[in-house]
C-alpha cells in the first residue's frame, strides 16, 4: 500500500517560560489503509499528534510532514502551514478526514440524522443511501430521528463515528472514543468500526492508554517514550514504532 502520511523531524512545543511539553517525531510512516493506535499514558501528546494528522494544529517544525490522498496528490503540510493556506487546509481536511472527539462532539441542536448528514452538506454532497447504510451497522438507524441528548454514552459514540464516515474519508481520527464507555461496550463499538474501517478501505488512526485493548484489536503500535530535558524543565515525549 502507497503511504499516506510521512512524517520526519516533526516537533510540536507548548513552552511558557523556558517550562513546559515538547511532543517529537522521529520518523514515521503510516500507509493507505493501515489500523493504528497511540498508544502511552494521559497528557503524553496523543491528542496533540492527532490534531496534527487532522491538519487542525500547525507543528513548529518538520523535516517533513507530507499527506498523500485523492488521486495520489502530494500535499506538503508544513509548507501550507507556512504559506497560511488555511483554506487549502480546510479543504483536504474537509474532503479526506473524519475525526472522533472522546465526548463524540455532536451538535446537541441538531438531530442524529442531522448530524451524521453534516459533513455530506458541507461537501454539497447528493443525498444516497450513506446514513442509513452505516447508521445500521452501526445499530443506530433507529435513533436518526432523536436528539443526541436523549441517547446513551454508547450510542452517542456510534452517531459520532457514523458522521466521520458519512462522506466516505480516506482517514479516520479517533481521539481515545471509548475512553468514557465500560469495556464491554467499547470492545463492541471498536469491533464494528474496525470492521467498517477495512470495509471501506479506510486508514484509521485512534489514541488509547489502554494496552490490552490495544492488543487485542491487533493494531499497529506508535509508542510513547518520555524523558525531561534542560534541568527538567522540559517534558518531551516522543512516539516511534
Known sequence: ????????????????????????????????????????????????????LAL????????????????NEV????????????NVLAKIRKQHIGYVLQQGGLLP????RE???????????????STRSIARVMGIHRQLDKLPGLLSAGERQRVAF???????P?????????????????RKIMAVVMELVKGLKITMITA?????????????SLHQQAEVLENGNVYQSTFRD
Open 208 to 220: 488509547s492508554h489502554d494496552w490490552a485493548h490495544v492488543y487485542k484489536m491487533d493494531l499497529r
Open 75 to 86: 500535499h506538503q503540510i508544513d509548507a501550507l502551514w507556512h504559506k497560511k493556506k488555511q
Open 115 to 129: 448530524n451524521i448528514d453534516l459533513p455530506r452538506m458541507l461537501m454539497n454532497l447528493p443525498e444516497d443511501d
Open 170 to 186: 480516506a482517514i479516520l481520527l479517533a481521539d481515545e472514543p471509548t475512553a468514557s464507555l465500560d469495556p464491554i461496550t467499547a
Open 56 to 71: 487542525a494544529l500547525h507543528p513548529d517544525a518538520a523535516d517533513e510532514f507530507s499527506l498523500t490522498v485523492g488521486d
Open 1 to 52: 500500500m502507497s503511504v499516506i502520511y510521512s512524517l520526519k523531524n516533526v516537533v510540536k512545543s507548548r513552552l511558557v517560560d523556558g517550562a513546559g511539553f515538547r511532543l517529537r517525531i522521529p520518523s514515521v510512516e503510516i500507509r493507505a489503509q493501515e489500523s493504528i493506535a497511540l498508544v502511552g499514558h494521559s497528557g503524553c501528546g496523543k491528542s496533540t499528534l492527532l490534531d496534527m
Open 109 to 112: 441542536y441538531l438531530t442524529v
Open 162 to 168: 457514523t458522521r466521520a464516515l458519512s462522506h466516505r
